[in-house]
C-alpha cells in the first residue's frame, strides 16, 4: 500500500451531469498529480498540484478542474460529463516537486452513461 | 514527437522462467524513466526507477537497462512468480516538462504454473 487513498472507489453518473473525485496524499508528501486511465490504455497526465497552486497541465479541456488543499490532500472537479470521460481516474503523490517518483492510489472507476 | 511505447502487448511465461519486457522511448530530453506494475482493479504500483545518467539499476528480483543510444528501457524480471501476473507500464518524466508522467500503453504479462 502506498498510504494515497482515493474516495470514492466507483461512481455512475450520466451525461451533463458533475462530479468531484478526491484524494489524501501520503503523509508528508506536497505533490499530487491527477492522471485519467481509459480501458486498456496508459494513464494520462491531467494535471498536478504543488502547494496548493496548478504545476502543469495536460491535453484536457478547462471543465477538468482542480483543488489542493493546506492538508495537501486534493480534488478533482469535472463538469458537463461526456460519456468518454468513463475512465479510471488516479491520484498519485510525490514528497516534493522535485522528487520524480509518484505513488498511486488506488483509482476512483467513474462510468458515465 | 514524445512518446513512450512497448515492443509487445501481451507475454506469456512460464513459472520460474525470467521475463523481458521492453520499452522504446523518442524524446532524448527525458532523464528519468520508471516501471509500473497494475494488477487488476488497483493502481499502478512503483516498480524501480533509473536516471538517465545510468544504465543498469537492480531491485529485488528486478532490473532495469537503459540504453540510450537506441531509446530502450527493458525491465527484467528474475525467476517470474505467480504474483508478477499483471500489466507493466513504463514512463518517463522530464523535470523541464514539469515532473509530469509520459506512460506507454502497457504490458500484460501471464504467468504459466
Known amino acids: 500500500e502506498t498510504g494515497v487513498t482515493q474516495s470514492p472507489t466507483h461512481l455512475i453518473k450520466t451525461r451533463g451531469q458533475q462530479v468531484t473525485l478526491r484524494c489524501s496524499s501520503q503523509s508528508g508528501h506536497n505533490t499530487v498529480s491527477w492522471y485519467q486511465q481509459a480501458l486498456g490504455q496508459g494513464p494520462q497526465f491531467i494535471f498536478q498540484y504543488y502547494r496548493e497552486e496548478e504545476n502543469g497541465r495536460g491535453n484536457f479541456p478547462p471543465r477538468f478542474s482542480g483543488l489542493q488543499f493546506p492538508n495537501y490532500s486534493s480534488e478533482l472537479n469535472v463538469n458537463a460529463l461526456e460519456l468518454d470521460d468513463s475512465a479510471l481516474y488516479l491520484c498519485?503523490?510525490?514528497?516534493?516537486?522535485?522528487?520524480?517518483?509518484?505513488?498511486f492510489g488506488p483509482g476512483t472507476r467513474l462510468l458515465v452513461l | 514527437g514524445e512518446s513512450v511505447g512497448l515492443h509487445l502487448p501481451t507475454l506469456s511465461v512460464q513459472e520460474g522462467d525470467n521475463s523481458i519486457i521492453n520499452c522504446a522511448y523518442s524524446n532524448s530530453a527525458s532523464d528519468y524513466f520508471i516501471w509500473y506494475k497494475q494488477e487488476s482493479g488497483k493502481g499502478p504500483q512503483f516498480i524501480i526507477d533509473i536516471r538517465s545518467n545510468m544504465d543498469k539499476r537492480q531491485g529485488q528480483r528486478v532490473t532495469v537497462l537503459l540504453n540510450k543510444t537506441v531509446k530502450h528501457l527493458s525491465l527484467q524480471i528474475a525467476a517470474t512468480q505467480p504474483g508478477d501476473s499483471a500489466v507493466y507500464f513504463c514512463?518517463?518524466?522530464?523535470?523541464?516538462?514539469?515532473?509530469?508522467?509520459?506512460f506507454g500503453g502497457g504490458t500484460r504479462v501471464l504467468v504459466k504454473p
Open positions: 498519485a503523490s510525490s514528497l516534493s516537486l522535485h522528487q520524480e517518483t509518484q505513488y
Open positions: 514512463a518517463e518524466n522530464k523535470k523541464a516538462a514539469g515532473n509530469k508522467l509520459t
